[in-house]
């Protein structure tokens, strides 16, 4: 097993200054919104608000399905927009699963990111 006074080191060194700018842009009260937004970035950044642009464009279409799912005269129509709502509403489903999967990423890369300047600071003052 490695010298604990060699791993606080390696994660002093590992921590730069983009590390900090990271955890200072994250707050401690970030609401739904701000968490949909910080999600915009980084390398994942362009796919989750094209899935965004996605989700907008299946409510909407979910909602049509369902309106002329309601208003439909005879049955054949009913099923067929009835069966279109249910698959359009599982689509979005599994598209706000993946979205509110990368927030949570992000919440926990900022807490691990977090501890790693705890330690940091901890070394330091040990040290």
Do not use: C
Not at 45 to 52: E, I, M
Not at 102 to 108: E, V, W
Request: hydrophobic share 50%.
């Amino acid at each position: 097993m490695s010298n604990p006074n060699q791993t606080d080191t390696a994660i002093t060194e590992a921590l730069g200054h983009d590390d900090h700018e990271f955890l200072a842009s994250l707050d401690a009260d970030r609401g739904m919104f701000q968490q949909i937004g910080d999600s915009w970035h980084g390398p994942l950044g362009g796919w989750a608000k094209f899935a965004f642009a996605i989700a907008i464009v299946i409510g909407i279409g979910l909602a049509y399905s369902f309106y002329r799912a309601i208003t439909a005269d005879g049955s054949d129509a009913m099923l067929g927009w009835g069966l279109t709502t249910i698959g359009l509403l599982i689509m979005q489903g599994f598209l706000k699963e993946w979205m509110f999967a990368r927030m949570n990423m992000l919440t926990m890369l900022g807490e691990v990111k977090r501890l790693q300047v705890q330690v940091a600071l901890l070394a330091e003052k040990q040290g």
